[in-house]
């Protein structure tokens, strides 16, 4: 292997692929990057195991030659040192070249022999049918998943809680979340798709925050292709492999209410910091609880804490109740998280008892999402 490549496109490269790397992995190998290096482009690869990614870097960009390629070959090597040699190189051109195991890389008057790992020796990518397929706009699959990956259930809780299910189903696409203490879904109608086209899988948080990451500040389209334990994503030059959890989702339908007693409208804005200020009185406290008493046009909210004290703020609201007042203990932070999914200039909160699970939507409806959020007993 033997090449020249321009710095800033090949660390482009480097810091998307190393996002998926586990430093503590049980495959020395899978510590590594590897490069592919052929006659019209280099190929960036890492794993660990559960979501891998490739990056490609064509030889040529609008015209200009960013690889000049001499000789083709591949190579896996250490990622850590390496993306740092890379990033703090001399010069905007770095010459590679490879030899058995080892790989000098050039600089200006800068020169390293980096040790490397047997190439044959890295697991191959595994390859799915391009049969099944979905393509989504990228701003909207940003959206789904900033607005659900939140709900997801913390690390061997439970695994099946651990990614957020998506379903098709008359061509509407329905992307849900819960940790069992709080829900989100959110609903896309795809006019596109074939009416029909079905499919139920549950991708993990892991990969959703990864690829996230690269789509929230993009355009263009997401390809989806999909089998029954894994996915591929297909985004600009950057491919995700993803290996799906596997069981049945819950069914969350029933948990969402339909019949309420009280709800109230209000700025989410102003809401999001009343909240925010009344939280600090019990945020040390392991539930954070604050208290929510609604009455015809305004919103109390108050919290308390042994330590600290205790703290109240008042919004007027647009509020409608069945009784004279309505009052429910909830999570600050959970009821703050659920607006900032929301991200609507006026939410509209619902509840269907003190002690049922509430929900929180956009006043105006124009988003198809549901927050959805269980109280706490304070006795």
């Known amino acids: 292997m033997k090449f020249t490549i321009e710095k800033s496109d090949f660390l482009e490269g480097l810091n998307h692929v190393a996002r998926v790397i ?34 490609i870097i064509d030889a040529y960009k609008d015209d200009k030659e960013i690889i000049t390629i001499e000789e083709e070959g591949q190579v896996v090597l250490p990622s850590r040192n390496f993306i740092e040699i890379i990033r703090k190189a001399p010069t905007n051109l770095i010459e590679f070249e490879s030899t058995d195991s080892f790989i000098k890389i050039h600089s200006g008057k800068s020169e390293f022999n980096i040790k490397g790992y047997d190439a044959m020796e890295y697991p191959e990518f595994p390859v799915i049918s391009r049969e099944n397929s979905l393509k989504l706009e ?32 008359n061509k509407i696409l329905t992307a849900t979340a819960t940790d069992s203490y709080r829900l989100s879904r959110r609903q896309v109608v795809l006019n596109d798709e074939d009416a029909e086209k079905e499919f139920n899988l549950i991708i993990p948080r892991k990969a959703l925050t990864y690829f996230q990451r690269m ?22 030059n950057v491919v995700y492999t993803v290996l799906l959890i596997s069981g049945n989702y819950p069914n969350t339908e029933k ?36 208290k929510l008493v609604v009455t015809e046009g305004n919103l109390e909210i108050s919290s308390q804490a042994k330590d600290l ?48 699970a509430f929900i929180v939507q956009p006043s105006d409806y124009h988003r198809d999402i549901i927050e959805l959020i269980l109280p706490v007993r304070t006795y």
């Open 309 to 356: 004290g205790s703290a109240v703020e008042e919004l007027q609201v647009n509020s409608k109740l069945e009784d004279d007042s309505f009052e429910i203990s909830v999570s600050g932070k959970y009821l703050k998280d659920a607006v900032s999914a929301i991200a609507s200039e006026e939410i509209v909160i619902k509840f269907s008892g003190e002690l049922t």
């Open 22 to 55: 586990a430093p503590n992995s049980l495959f020395e190998i899978l510590k590594g990057i590897k490069l592919e290096l052929s006659s019209n482009n280099l190929v960036l690869k890492a794993s660990d195991s559960l979501v891998s990614v490739e990056f």
């Open 255 to 290: 948990l969402i209410p339909t019949m309420f007693e009280c709800s109230f409208t209000a700025n989410s804005r102003e809401f999001f910091n009343a909240v925010d200020r009344i939280s600090l009185m019990s945020r040390e406290d392991k539930d954070d609880i604050i």
């Open 138 to 169: 990228a701003t909207v699959f940003n959206d789904i998943i900033r607005e659900t990956v939140f709900c997801t259930a913390p690390n061997d809780q439970r695994p099946i809680l651990e990614g957020v299910n998506f379903s098709l189903k």
């Open 215 to 236: 789509i929230e500040t993009g355009g263009d389209e997401v390809e989806i292709f999909y089998e029954n334990n894994r996915i591929v994503l297909y985004y600009q």
